[in-house]
């Protein structure tokens, strides 16, 4: 089993469409979750940072960190054509100051014009 | 967000050729820097932590005498693909932490002929 589960996709949506993205972890340890965005052949963007659990907003991003189910999530409101990419959870431990993450297969999403 | 440039952005090379890739945090200093390695439609794959004035730390089946890593200041890193053979092709993609997150380069993409 792998440490991080992430559905690969692709996730294929209509443009306004709410977008919602999972994944689940393993590790009980893990205290930092953190979304990234990734277009083809470019470097992944950090979208959020969450410590522990709770919700966090940015814009039309919302960042959902559930540790007693061991569930993150990352909603998209009023998608746009220009949020269609990959997108990787990662986590890390508290204890580890090298920011070393352990990172989901990322889920390609479409956004339908 | 703090910038990290890495470069160059394309590389094709011939077989038997070594390539030098450079990371560079642009506005942050980064003892420490990462570099990934990332096939199609795959997550990323951790091939190395580089620590500024010491030793890089190679993950699990890298090979450190062909994938050479030298972090010689708080602003740079560099990955050298030594004799580089077709199935060296990849993308490369550099990271680098600083105090409010891990950041990314855009990549480098090698094609080994």
């Known amino acids: 089993q792998k440490e991080v589960e992430q559905d690969p996709g692709p996730l294929s949506v209509p443009e306004g469409a709410i977008v919602s993205l999972n994944c689940t972890y393993s590790?009980?340890?893990?205290?930092?979750f953190m979304w990234y965005r990734q277009y083809s052949r470019k470097g992944p963007e950090l979208l959020m940072y969450t410590y522990s659990s709770g919700n966090k907003e940015d814009g039309r991003f919302t960042a959902q960190v559930d540790k007693s189910s061991k569930y993150i999530s990352l909603f998209i409101r009023d998608s746009q054509p220009s949020d269609s990419a990959t997108y990787l959870c990662a986590m890390r431990l508290a204890r580890d100051s090298n920011y070393q993450l352990i990172w989901g297969a990322g889920t390609k999403l479409i956004i339908k014009p | 967000g703090a910038v990290v440039s890495q470069h160059p952005s394309r590389v094709i090379c011939k077989s038997g050729t070594s390539v030098k890739i450079e990371c560079r945090s642009l506005d942050f200093q980064a003892t420490t820097m990462f570099w990934y390695r990332q096939f199609p439609k795959q997550s990323l794959m951790l091939m190395a932590t580089?620590?500024?004035?010491?030793?890089?730390?190679?993950e699990q089946g890298v090979e450190k005498d062909k994938f050479l890593i030298n972090h010689a200041s708080l602003t740079l890193s560099t990955l050298t693909v030594t004799s580089a053979h077709p199935e060296d092709s990849s993308f490369y993609i550099c990271?680098?932490?600083?105090?409010?997150?891990?950041?990314f380069g855009s990549g480098t993409q090698l094609s080994v002929l």
């Open positions: 590790n009980s340890a893990f205290q930092y």
């Open positions: 580089s620590n500024e004035g010491s030793k890089a730390t190679y």
């Open positions: 990271s680098a932490s600083s105090g409010t997150g891990l950041f």
